[in-house]
């Protein structure tokens, strides 16, 4: 190339660049405050299928773009072709994607989900931006390792909403919840392996396994109360056995939930129209269930902090607290989203009056 169009070329890249950075910093901006609610679009397009498509023309154009600037002869005229292509098609569909899907529609764990995702897509762009060289040197006064790093950071993203597309938001639910119930079975083990007492308690740890349980019947209820039998307990410690038989039952519920109310949920992926999303009331429904399924493990943090500090009342408080939470959770969805009452309607009225049996005990 003649040196004044290898000049022409250069500038013309960093006017690119910058305009870029400004469009991503507006962006960003607006992910980080709540999205305008626009009146309905006729004939508007599946958010999902937009995102997906628009994620998958994102990866495609950063491989490119890294392999342009990792590459010699650095070209500057052709990364100026595939930035202006983020900025005219991709990058505006994926905001019009989440302005296309508003949480009361698609529910607030689906939205922010979206939000998420594209903010740190643009965070990660601008990191990108900022590793394209500027000058005939290429790659040189950059870092290639800094290049793909950020390169697959970007690839995972744009991976993640493709799989939201098609997995839809009852398999991003269930993982949802699949996570608190990970993070409330790791406060159980945590409270299993501390004794307070300093006791042996390789007898009870054995009875009160979670192996073998069933929804159908309460074994590690009734193993945990037998191995207490003759034992001399101080209150603290008797208070901790009880605490871990109440998060036993919480944690039954999880799976469930799961199974019985978020994968029989009318699912919403990148082939569902506007006139079959679920009704607005059922959209609530899950977002609540969601959200009390987040303040049993919020919960059982703080009854452990009480429990490590021996604050028997905060402890007692804070189980009540738990409790009602849980029996209010039972009850928004004990009927099936048919309207109609199944298998887990029989099961939670047993699982409540189970759970109201051990506080009162």
């Given at each position: 190339?003649?040196?004044?169009?290898?000049?022409?070329?250069?500038?013309?890249?960093?006017?690119?660049?910058?305009?870029?950075?400004?469009?991503?910093?507006?962006?960003?901006?607006?992910?980080?405050?709540?999205?305008?609610?626009?009146?309905?679009?006729?004939?508007?397009?599946?958010?999902?299928?937009?995102?997906?498509?628009?994620?998958?023309?994102?990866?495609?154009?950063?491989?490119?773009?890294?392999?342009?600037?990792?590459?010699?002869?650095?070209?500057?005229?052709?990364?100026?072709?595939?930035?202006?292509?983020?900025?005219?098609?991709?990058?505006?569909?994926?905001?019009?994607?989440?302005?296309?899907?508003?949480?009361?529609?698609?529910?607030?764990?689906?939205?922010?989900?979206?939000?998420?995702?594209?903010?740190?897509?643009?965070?990660?762009?601008?990191?990108?931006?900022?590793?394209?060289?500027?000058?005939?040197?290429?790659?040189?006064?950059?870092?290639?390792?800094?290049?793909?790093?950020?390169?697959?950071?970007?690839?995972?993203?744009?991976?993640?909403?493709?799989?939201?597309?098609?997995?839809?938001?009852?398999?991003?639910?269930?993982?949802?919840?699949?996570?608190?119930?990970?993070?409330?079975?790791?406060?159980?083990?945590?409270?299993?392996?501390?004794?307070?007492?300093?006791?042996?308690?390789?007898?009870?740890?054995?009875?009160?396994?979670?192996?073998?349980?069933?929804?159908?019947?309460?074994?590690?209820?009734?193993?945990?109360?037998?191995?207490?039998?003759?034992?001399?307990?101080?209150?603290?410690?008797?208070?901790?056995?009880?605490?871990?038989?109440?998060?036993?039952?919480?944690?039954?519920?999880?799976?469930?939930?799961?199974?019985?109310?978020?994968?029989?949920?009318?699912?919403?992926?990148?082939?569902?129209?506007?006139?079959?999303?679920?009704?607005?009331?059922?959209?609530?429904?899950?977002?609540?269930?969601?959200?009390?399924?987040k303040q049993f493990t919020e919960e059982t943090d703080e009854i452990a902090g009480a429990l490590y500090a021996g604050d028997e009342e905060e402890v007692e408080d804070r189980l009540g607290n738990l409790a009602e939470i849980s029996k209010i959770c039972v009850e928004e969805v004990r009927i099936g989203w048919g309207g109609n009452e199944d298998e887990f309607t029989a099961w939670a009225e047993k699982w409540k009056a189970r759970l109201e049996e051990v506080r009162r005990?």
């Open positions: 190339m003649a040196p004044s169009k290898q000049s022409d070329a250069l500038a013309t890249l960093k006017t690119t660049i910058l305009n870029l950075k400004t469009l991503l910093h507006r962006f960003h901006t607006a992910l980080q405050s709540p999205t305008p609610v626009h009146p309905p679009i006729e004939d508007s397009p599946n958010p999902l299928a937009l995102l997906s498509d628009a994620s998958q023309i994102l990866k495609a154009q950063t491989t490119k773009l890294s392999l342009l600037i990792l590459n010699k002869p650095f070209t500057a005229s052709a990364i100026v072709f595939i930035l202006n292509s983020l900025s005219n098609s991709c990058l505006p569909a994926m905001m019009s994607a989440l302005e296309l899907c508003p949480a009361e529609k698609y529910t607030n764990l689906l939205h922010q989900y979206i939000q998420t995702s594209l903010s740190r897509m643009m965070m990660e762009l601008q990191s990108l931006l900022a590793l394209i060289p500027q000058d005939e040197h290429g790659i040189e006064k950059t870092g290639s390792r800094d290049i793909l790093a950020s390169t697959g950071v970007l690839w995972a993203e744009c991976d993640k909403v493709v799989a939201l597309g098609s997995g839809g938001l009852t398999r991003l639910a269930a993982e949802r919840i699949e996570e608190f119930h990970g993070l409330l079975k790791d406060a159980i083990a945590e409270l299993e392996e501390w004794d307070p007492d300093e006791e042996s308690e390789s007898d009870t740890d054995s009875l009160t396994s979670n192996k073998g349980t069933t929804s159908s019947a309460w074994p590690v209820d009734a193993s945990l109360e037998k191995s207490l039998q003759g034992l001399t307990l101080s209150p603290v410690a008797a208070l901790r056995k009880r605490t871990l038989v109440i998060l036993r039952i919480i944690r039954l519920l999880y799976p469930a939930l799961i199974k019985r109310r978020i994968l029989t949920f009318s699912n919403i992926n990148n082939s569902t129209t506007s006139e079959s999303l679920p009704t607005s009331s059922h959209i609530q429904s899950l977002d609540a269930l969601l959200d009390h399924t005990g």
